[in-house]
């Protein structure tokens, strides 16, 4: 069985930094791409950032451009999002997906129903 968990989510104030953690088990992700996305109530799902397992072809959403950074560490099977200089606006549900295909499809709003495996999510919440 495939699996997603992500964990690392608070409550913090904004200015501040947050390390977001997938882990991720059940099968060979070496050959896929991996993805953070967030989802508020006022914006709906968005994009993040997503890679390929191997760390190259990144992708970022304009507005976490220069704050985050997705990473991945083989040894752990773990996928990263490292959150700087968080604003109030960055408060949402994050979760974590996983794909076979390039990493741009994460980028692609019609390819996320089609995405192989997603997280439960982790509550991010900035105050100001």
């Not at 451009?65 to 997705?70: A, D, E």
């Amino acid at each position: 069985q495939v699996l997603l968990v992500e964990s690392g989510g608070g409550l913090v104030q904004a200015g501040t930094s947050l390390r977001l953690s997938c882990a991720a088990s059940g099968r060979t992700f070496s050959s896929y791409s991996m993805g953070w996305f967030r989802q508020s109530a006022e914006k709906g799902r968005e994009f993040v950032a997503a890679c390929s397992w191997s760390g190259s072809n990144t992708y970022y959403a304009d507005s976490v451009k220069g704050r985050f950074t997705i990473s991945t560490d083989n040894a752990k099977n773990t996928v990263y999002l490292q959150m700087n200089i968080l604003k109030p606006e960055d408060t949402a549900m994050y979760y974590c997906a996983a794909d076979s295909r390039s990493p741009e499809v994460m980028v692609r709003t019609t390819w996320w129903g089609k995405l192989d495996y997603w997280g439960q999510g982790t509550q991010v919440t900035v105050s100001s």
